[in-house]
């Protein structure tokens, strides 16, 4: 009896022990600990290494690309190019006593067709001479087409004619008709091509092929800006306003050597002309 009331003691104050143990730690659920456990210290690492700076970054591609060139627009069905080929010219963009122009450019330079076509008139022969300087000579040797434009298309004074270039001959646009030269009457002048724009008619009305419609716009055009320009129309607009065989009105007549000035007077001569003449 005695030994039962004594253990029932020792285990109630076992109990009060564990009980007061739990308090002294902090209260909490299921025994848990309210307070957070001690975090140990990390040191951060010290940083030695150099930081590198950003690599600029290269243009994109599309900044270095060429603008898009536009094609100039197509004025016509027909491409031509310009007469002198391979050479550095210069050119009349005036009107001088007749619509045509004179293309300065080296001797031996290349005469080339305008645009596809036939061949029409050739002078192999430089007939011109200066004691007489008749119209249908002074282009000297010379070689006229007639495009797929139905344009006629000269080129005098050469100094050659290419082999094979004859009447009825088809030729395309680029190819050598000739050689620039000072045939006629650029005998006396640097090279150069003369060269005209008209429409087809016989032999005998020289002066319509020697040129009709001014050509620089033209030569403007096919050198720099667009081959597509093309002179058909302002040529049969012409031709439909004149005739297709016009009267000659400039340079219609041959001209003979002019007779030679007189010689001055010796120096111990003198000669007094009075103007008006004394009474």
């Not at 994109?60 to 391979?86: E, I, M, N, T």
């Not at 249908?136 to 004074?157: A, K, Q, S």
Request: aromatic share 8%; net charge positive; with cysteine.
């Amino acid at each position: 009896m005695r030994s039962g009331r004594r253990g029932g003691l020792a285990a109630v104050a076992g109990a009060l022990v564990l009980t007061g143990g739990c308090a002294a730690q902090g209260t909490g659920v299921a025994g848990v600990s309210t307070k957070a456990p001690p975090t140990a210290a990390v040191a951060s690492p010290s940083v030695t290494a150099t930081i590198p700076q950003p690599t600029p970054q290269p243009q994109a591609a599309a900044d270095k690309q060429d603008p898009v060139r536009v094609p100039p627009p197509k004025l016509s069905k027909y491409s031509y190019v310009f007469p002198v080929k391979g050479c550095r010219v210069t050119y009349q963009r005036k009107l001088l006593v007749l619509p045509k122009t004179t293309i300065w450019a080296a001797k031996g330079c290349a005469f080339v067709a305008p645009i596809g076509g036939v061949v029409d008139e050739v002078n192999a022969q430089n007939k011109w001479r200066p004691s007489v300087d008749s119209g249908p000579t002074r282009e000297g040797r010379f070689v006229t087409i007639v495009g797929d434009d139905g344009v006629r298309y000269l080129g005098g004074h050469l100094d050659e004619i290419t082999e094979g270039i004859r009447p009825g001959v088809r030729v395309r646009a680029g190819q050598t008709l000739g050689t620039v030269g000072n045939s006629g009457n650029a005998r006396d002048t640097a090279p150069n091509l003369y060269f005209a724009i008209s429409w087809k008619t016989g032999p005998k009305y020289w002066w319509v092929r020697r040129g009709m419609v001014n050509p620089w716009n033209y030569l403007d055009a096919w050198l720099n800006g667009n081959p597509t320009l093309s002179p058909r129309e302002e040529t049969l607009a012409l031709r439909a306003r004149l005739g297709e065989t016009p009267r000659c009105t400039v340079q219609c007549s041959a001209r003979k050597a002019p007779k030679p000035e007189p010689s001055p007077p010796p120096e111990d001569e003198t000669v007094t002309q009075w103007w008006p003449p004394p009474p």
